[in-house]
């Protein structure tokens, strides 16, 4: 299932969510290492994006914890809480890596993905808040997917990359002012596909429902850490976009563009 675009217009240009996607696009082409198979963009990730067991020690890993062959592809170990050599980036700063993590994608499949569900979604969560509270909405969304993943990974040596847990937010916004709202979906059957409508509340509750089965069948497996989706973090976004979406949203409207009215 792959969501192209809604039938759910906005009342002003979403300056925000624009800018967003041109920053993620711009540090992946820009910034990030050409080849994101390769030991400098394995480097890069460990220099600036955020690692749980760095986070949860409030430290960088030290250069006695990074193993000699890292540069062939091997994961730095995270000792507890004992310091082994100077930091390997000394000038890193663990918290600050948690929002640059929010930028950095590990795949050109992982930033289209990405770009596409904001492109959708978020253009309507900030029509429905304005672009200050929208931003503040999306960084602190990030927050807390990465603080979920770290919970439920606290030893993890993996950096995390991208939009997906603040896009999650966003997704959690969304399905709860927009619940109707129509979705023009792909809809694949093995090597067939079809293009249907579908209501928003079926679209990304099936894309939450598919979260959280994964999380929970990876979770406690052999293969927990080693990279690949952070499922946790998707569930951690999704839930606090459902919370924290009518703190923010005063201005919602309904599907046809007209501002809804007040309940009394």
Known sequence: MLPLRDENPTRRVPVVTILLIVANVAVYFLVQPGNPNSSASARFNLERAAIPCEVVQG????????????????????????????PLFPGKQVLVAVFVSMF??????????????????????????????????YLAGGVAADALQIVFDLDSNVPTLGASGAVAAVLGGYILIYPRARVITVIFIVIFFTVIELPALLVLGLWFAQQ?????????????????????????????????????????????????????
């Not at 006695?64 to 082994?84: K, M, R």
């Open 59 to 86: 430290r960088p890993l030290s250069v006695g914890e990074v193993q000699a062959t890292y540069g062939a592809g091997d994961d730095p170990a995270c000792e507890g809480d004992t310091q082994q050599g100077p």
């Open 104 to 137: 950095l994608h590990g795949s050109l499949l992982h930033l289209g993905g990405n770009m596409l569900f904001m492109w959708i979604f978020g253009n309507n969560v900030e029509d429905s808040m304005g672009p200050l509270k929208y931003i503040l909405f």
């Open 212 to 264: 959280v089965a994964f999380g929970l069948l990876e979770y406690g497996t052999a293969d927990q850490g080693g990279g690949g989706v952070a499922y946790f973090a998707h569930i951690g976004g999704f839930v606090f976009g459902l919370l924290a979406i009518r703190l923010l949203a005063t201005n919602i409207k309904d599907v046809a563009g007209r501002r809804r009215p007040e309940r009394t």
